[in-house]
């Protein structure tokens, strides 16, 4: 089964100060004509955005992503995948770019506005997943990505043959990043034996993670 749906950007919860946020700025810039370039370029992003999702649910045997160990555990007991994207479109990226080379700052907000809301769009399609799961009275794992916690970003490959040619319009480059930049990829177990456990940092092997969360 797949779906595709679009989703409003202006319903996407974006604000300056996760902008701030993600640069480890103070919540208000830190200066007052930072604060209002953020705060226009966000006015001026969201037109920019055209915000597809999808997902294809698949029997978990059907497909092997060779995620490594930590996401291995996460999706342990998974009887089904969810493979899913999000993206924002070509249209933002091209603004993004352009955006940098009119003024170096509009286009740093652009971009983290645009990875921002892409991930913002990912948590809305993960609660749609989550109740449509709940629904049939199965469980579901977090939404999983290469790219992390050991999973190499080379299993987008096995996530894109999982997907319709050409699935929303996005595409993966040689070395695996997504065209358009702005869209985020990845995986949801489902079944009567997952749930959304934390991630296992405390006694992971990979030392090199600057995401270790504490105390998990
Ligand atoms: S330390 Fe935590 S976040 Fe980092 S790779 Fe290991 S499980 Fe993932």
């Keep these: 089964m797949t779906v595709e749906f679009s989703l409003e950007a202006d319903g996407l919860p974006l604000s300056a100060e996760e902008v701030f946020r ?43 992503l060779e995620t490594g160990p930590v996401i291995g555990s ?30 170096p700052l509009v286009g740093c907000a652009a971009d983290t506005i645009g990875s921002l809301a892409v991930e913002e769009a990912a948590e809305i399609l993960e609660g749609r997943v989550d109740a449509e799961l709940l629904g049939e009275g199965l469980g579901a794992t977090r939404r999983l990505s290469p790219g992390y916690c050991g999973w190499d970003v080379a299993g987008q490959a096995a996530l894109f043959a999982a997907l319709p040619e050409g699935f929303l319009g996005v595409r993966l480059s040689p070395s695996f990043m997504m065209v358009p ?25 990979i030392e090199s993670c600057s995401r270790r969360r504490r105390g998990a």
């Design 22 to 64: 993600a640069w480890h700025c103070p919540p208000d810039g830190g200066n007052a004509f930072v604060e209002a370039v953020v705060e226009r370029t966000l006015e001026a992003a969201r037109p920019r955005m055209a915000v597809r999702a999808g997902y294809r649910r698949l029997d978990a045997r059907e497909i092997d």
């Design 74 to 103: 996460q999706l342990e007991g998974a009887s089904s995948l969810v493979v899913f994207l999000v993206t924002l479109g070509p249209g933002y990226d091209e603004w993004v770019r352009s955006s940098f080379r009119r003024d």
């Design 181 to 205: 930049l702005k869209s985020v990829s990845g995986v949801i177990g489902a079944g009567r034996r997952v749930a959304k456990r934390p991630y296992p940092c405390a006694t992971c092997g």
